[in-house]
T-cell receptor, first 110, second 113 residues
Framework: RKEVEQDPGPFNVPEGATVAFNCTYSNSASQSFFWYRQDCRKEPKLLMSVYSSGNEDGRFTAQLNRASQYISLLIRDSKLSDSATYLC???????????FGRGTSLIVHP | GAGVSQSPSNKVTEKGKDVELRCDPI?????LYWYRQRLGQGLEFLIYFQGNSAPDKSGLPSDRFSAERTGESVSTLTIQRTQQEDSAVYLC???????????FGPGTRLLVL
């Protein structure tokens, strides 16, 4: 089993839709989690950190479920500009090398 | 403030030649990472620097790859005797310390003919 797994998609959704992605991780000692966004032919950029209590930033909500070992990203009222690949990143206790998921592709269409 | 910068942005080279890629991290960031991303693939860890500690080279794919970092500043990734399979985007990222948010540079797109 891969250490961090994501559904590659693509998720094709119309503007205004709500879409959610999950990312599962295998190491129960994982301690910090992030969602990054990567546009085509661009570098990854931090979208948001994922806190134990969950966190929200505008249309974006991130949740952590330690019991089931996954994190989620919810995007409400999708915009065309949300089209990108969303990368899940996990840091494990005692390791300074983050593990990146392969990413989930989102395509928002008119 | 200035972000992570990388140069060159694009590099085309012939098989067998050596290339050197440069990364300027954000000032004050002690941790620096190099990754490789092949077309349509995920990020592949190459090497990690933390301050003046010995680097973690566990991700380097072969002995043709090497990297250096001067203190907590510039880093260079060198690929000797390039092969076509080395064609990829090479991304550099820095962070205040390990496990904190990483800030990526724009990458160097390497094409080996």
């Amino acid at each position: 089993r891969k250490e961090v797994e994501q559904d590659p998609g693509p998720f094709n959704v119309p503007e205004g839709a709500t879409v959610a992605f999950n990312c599962t991780y295998s190491n129960s000692a994982s301690q910090s989690f992030f969602w990054y966004r990567q546009d085509c032919r661009k570098e990854p950029k931090l979208l948001m950190s994922v806190y134990s209590s969950g966190n929200e930033d505008g249309r974006f909500t991130a949740q952590l479920n330690r019991a089931s070992q996954y994190i989620s990203l919810l995007i409400r009222d999708s915009k065309l500009s949300d089209s990108a690949t969303y990368l899940c990143v996990v840091n494990n206790v005692g390791s300074y090398i983050p593990t990146f998921g392969r990413g989930t592709s989102l395509i928002v269409h008119p | 403030g200035a972000g992570v910068s990388q140069s060159p942005s694009n590099k085309v080279t012939e098989k067998g030649k050596d290339v050197e890629l440069r990364c300027d991290p954000i000032s004050g960031h002690t941790a620096l990472y190099w990754y490789r991303q092949r077309l349509g693939q995920g990020l592949e860890f190459l090497i990690y620097f933390q301050g003046n500690s010995a680097p973690d080279k566990s991700g380097l794919p072969s002995d043709r790859f090497s990297a250096e970092r001067t203190g907590e500043s510039v880093s260079t990734l060198t690929i000797q005797r390039t092969q076509q399979e080395d064609s990829a985007v090479y991304l550099c990222a820095s962070s205040w310390t390990a496990q904190e948010t990483q800030y990526f540079g724009p990458g160097t797109r390497l094409l080996v003919l």
